[in-house]
């Protein structure tokens, strides 16, 4: 079985979305909202084309084209931890037609690690809704003997060349998730860091590594295909594309639950009829049989979408959980 290839396309200008709106013959489109506005909207996606996100935010635009009335075009702003994406809806106009795709978990991590963001997601963002959620596994390779996460923690303890955990994104919710775990299994284990999934599983299949541990949506189609092995999911139940796979909490340690969403921000002055249009559109999409069927192939937990306000306290609960991990860490980022 082969892994699930990501389709790809090209990263968006604003001029390319200029370009776009004229390719179309959209202009002469009615307005969107109050007053007149470019006829293609911007989806920023904050990861590279190519990988789950990517695909994602491509499978979402195709589908929303037909709810909103026009094209929706990806944008990938990779870099700097999605920092570099949310700048730009910062910078975009409050006009409804830019919207960023990102992680909830960055938008409390980022204040609490980085001493100089150049915007507060507190104020300058609005969520529309919730799209999908995200877990994270400890997989090791499928030649590894290791079968559980108990016989990981023992072999790491016995040999510290069996305890390596690679890490994809460092001062994340899956770096605090993996130190945590360290703590509270006594196993001593040591966190490699690699620039992206990519890297670290091509490592860990290849044995240069002893474990790894990044989002589902990475490792899912590596488990099923029989690369890696999964051990263990951190969410509160069992990841939807891993049935098989046992969480943190069912193999012994019931404090280490964590899991986040990808979300939907716009700016923070968006008009409220704007964000309302988005939301009930979002909602059709994630509804559709083939968009569930093809979210679910690649690892993400399927969500119905959520309201504004249910966003914000479902991250007040992330935040008011992992905060203390994250101060008690020291952790800085550059």
Excluded: C
């Excluded at 109050?34 to 989806?43: C, D």
């Excluded at 991590?109 to 529309?128: E, L, Q, S």
């Excluded at 790894?212 to 690369?227: F, N």
Aim: zero cysteines; aromatic letters at 8%.
């Amino acid at each position: 079985m082969t892994p699930f290839t990501f389709p790809t396309g090209p990263a968006l200008s604003r001029r390319g979305l200029i370009r776009a709106a004229a390719a179309t013959g959209l202009g002469g489109l009615l307005p969107y909202g109050a007053n007149a506005q470019p006829a293609v909207n911007r989806l920023i996606v904050p990861f590279p084309a190519g990988g789950p996100a990517d695909f994602m935010g491509r499978l979402l635009s195709e589908k929303l084209k037909d709810e909103l009335g026009r094209p929706v075009m990806v944008d990938n702003r990779p870099g700097a931890g999605t920092r570099l994406a949310a700048e730009v809806l910062k910078n975009s106009p409050a006009d409804g037609t830019t919207m960023l795709l990102a992680p909830v978990d960055p938008m409390f991590i980022g204040p609490a690690i980085y001493a100089n963001m150049r915007f507060n997601p507190a104020t300058d963002f609005k969520p529309v809704t919730d799209v999908s959620g995200i877990q994270f596994g400890l997989a090791v390779s499928a030649a590894s003997p290791v079968k559980t996460l108990a016989q990981f923690v023992q072999a790491a303890k016995a040999n510290p060349d069996q305890g390596s955990i690679g890490i994809t994104t460092v001062g994340s919710l899956l770096h605090f998730l993996a130190m945590d775990f360290v703590a509270l299994s006594r196993s001593g284990a040591t966190l490699v860091p690699y620039r992206g999934g990519a890297a670290m599983v091509t490592e860990l299949i290849g044995g240069q590594v002893a474990s790894g541990m990044d989002a589902t949506t990475t490792l899912t189609e590596y488990h099923r295909a029989g690369k890696l092995r999964v051990l263990a999911v951190a969410g509160d139940k069992r990841a939807d594309g891993l049935p098989d796979v046992p969480t943190f909490a069912e193999s012994g340690y019931p404090t280490l639950v964590a899991s986040s969403r990808y979300v939907l921000y716009a700016h923070a002055n968006t008009a409220p009829a704007t964000l309302a249009q988005w939301n009930r559109a979002v909602r059709k999409v994630l509804a559709l049989p083939d968009v569930r069927e093809k979210l679910g192939r690649v690892g993400y937990d399927l969500l119905p979408g959520a309201s504004s306000e249910e966003v914000v306290r479902y991250t007040d609960a992330l935040a008011a959980r992992w905060l203390p991990v994250i101060k008690a860490s020291g952790y800085k980022g550059d």
